[in-house]
């Protein structure tokens, strides 16, 4: 072992290291025997090796541990937390709703470290309480800290309780609070603040109100980032206003910021669904010539564009063509054109198609694969059934009963019995074998 080495000496990154790989494979048995090690060791330590542990444990839904690796930094760091432990601490269990939990955890640092509530603590007892939609209590939070000279709101309290507002639908308090928040306090509202807002009057239909917002915070010196405008085009494609959606693409464009995968996708999708299937797909060339990727959710948006306005064989050429572009397609790419092929009765491409979803590796949707068998004997194509019913047990499916007693009967009564001997053969192996 390289520990073991003439002149090695285990160090903080050499540690932390170790302790990361061992939490990601979930050895936690590992993880307490090093963190005993340490304990012996005489390198100097760093709470963020403690920090990173934490996570891992929230992230498995071991709370205890999370606590219990607050609890050993002390001993091996050979320091008191820092407020950032504490926070993050405080943080993971309450996003876990462990709400007794961190109330214990509260209770502790009062009396173990005089820890006395401040605004980062506060906050995140805000954004808990403004989560969970209790905003009485959120409040009361705020009314506390502006008692407290340890613990006066700033921008991140305000963003939080105007969020908890909007998340209720209380965009009149919303406003009042972002108003008093500017002319009462005097703290300037950042990009994220006004794209809570904006988001707020997306979700209630009143889009008109987020486009005043987004020329307001430009107005006042703050430029619009790629979210707000991306939440802007959201609202106008919602309410299917295309003019107004284009017309932001080209303001964007005109500021400089470019467009992402995000807005594109969103305009796209808001075209596929008013029937300009071709306007989406001169957008994604626009997003190729731009060199904006786009992904698997704006290829199935065009693709069930295409198929709404009954254009299979374009759907069926981008399905044939994307991967040998280097474009990678989900087994939802395939199934959005084989539902649509089966849904219009079309079987034989239904079934090519079939053959080659599973020569790429994918499945279709469970019941779509036993109607479209189903189907396939009904329309005398007892072969095709066959060999479809063989490819797909081979890839773990099993049929329904209603469906393998129709594909009986109809092997049956074309006097085809081997191969149904043969798929039985193979279902019972895998069932028991």
Same mark, same amino acid.
């Given at each position: ?41 005489t390198c100097k330590f760093h709470e963020g ?97 502006? =008692? *407290? !000279?340890?613990?006066?709101? +700033?921008?991140?309290? $305000? @963003? &939080? %309780?105007?969020? /908890?507002? #909007? ?50 915070? =430009? *107005? !006042?010196?703050?430029?619009? +980032?790629?979210?707000? $405008? @991306? &939440? %802007?085009?959201? /609202?106008? #494609? ?28 969103t305009l796209i999708d808001c075209h596929c ?29 065009? %693709? ?64 779509t694969s036993n109607e479209l068998l189903v ?59």
């Open positions: 072992m390289v520990s073991e080495q003439k002149g090695f000496n285990h160090n903080n990154a050499t540690y932390a290291t170790i302790l990361n790989k061992l939490a990601q494979s979930k050895k936690f048995k590992a993880v307490d025997a090093v963190l005993y090690q340490m304990k012996y060791d090796i403690f920090l990173n542990l934490m996570k891992h444990f929230s992230k498995f839904s071991m709370h205890e541990r999370v606590l219990e690796m607050f609890h050993a930094i002390q001993p091996i760091v050979r320091e008191k937390p820092s407020l950032k432990c504490i926070s993050t601490c405080l943080n993971l269990l309450i996003e876990a709703n462990q709400v007794d939990m961190a109330q214990q955890f509260l209770m502790h640092l009062k009396k173990s470290l005089n820890l006395k509530l401040n605004t980062c603590i506060a906050n995140i007892l805000v954004k808990h309480y403004c989560k969970n939609g209790d905003l009485e209590s959120a409040f009361e939070v705020v009314k506390n800290m502006k =008692k *407290s !000279k340890l613990s006066y709101p +700033n921008l991140i309290t $305000y @963003s &939080t %309780l105007i969020d /908890g507002l #909007c998340q209720s639908g209380k965009l009149t308090e919303a406003m009042d609070m972002f108003e008093e928040m500017i002319s009462k306090e005097q703290i300037l509202p950042d990009v994220l603040t006004y794209n809570i807002l904006m988001k707020g009057f997306c979700c209630a239909g009143k889009v008109d109100r987020a486009r005043k917002i987004l020329d307001f915070m =430009k *107005s !006042k010196g703050c430029n619009p +980032n790629i979210y707000n $405008y @991306s &939440t %802007l085009m959201n /609202g106008f #494609c919602k309410e299917v206003r295309l003019k107004e959606a284009q017309e932001l693409l080209d303001e964007m464009k005109s500021f400089g910021i470019k467009p992402d995968t995000v807005v594109y996708t669904r008013t029937g300009r299937v071709d306007e989406a797909i001169e957008l994604l060339k626009e997003m190729k010539e731009r060199r904006c990727k786009a992904d698997t959710v704006t290829f199935n948006v065009i %693709l069930g564009g295409l198929c709404r306005e009954g254009r299979i064989e374009d759907a069926l050429k981008m399905l044939d063509e994307l991967p040998y572009e280097g474009i990678y397609l989900n087994k939802g790419s395939y199934r959005i054109v084989l539902n649509s092929l089966y849904q219009k009765g079309d079987l034989n491409k239904a079934k090519e198609l079939l053959r080659l979803m599973m020569g790429r590796g994918f499945v279709p949707h469970y019941a189907s396939l004997c009904e329309a005398g194509m007892t072969d095709d059934a066959t060999t479809a019913l063989f490819g797909l047990v081979e890839m773990g499916f099993k049929p329904l009963l209603d469906s393998w007693a129709f594909f009986v009967k109809s092997i049956c009564r074309e006097r085809k019995l081997l191969p149904a001997f043969e798929l039985l053969d193979e279902l019972v192996n895998e069932e028991f074998g």
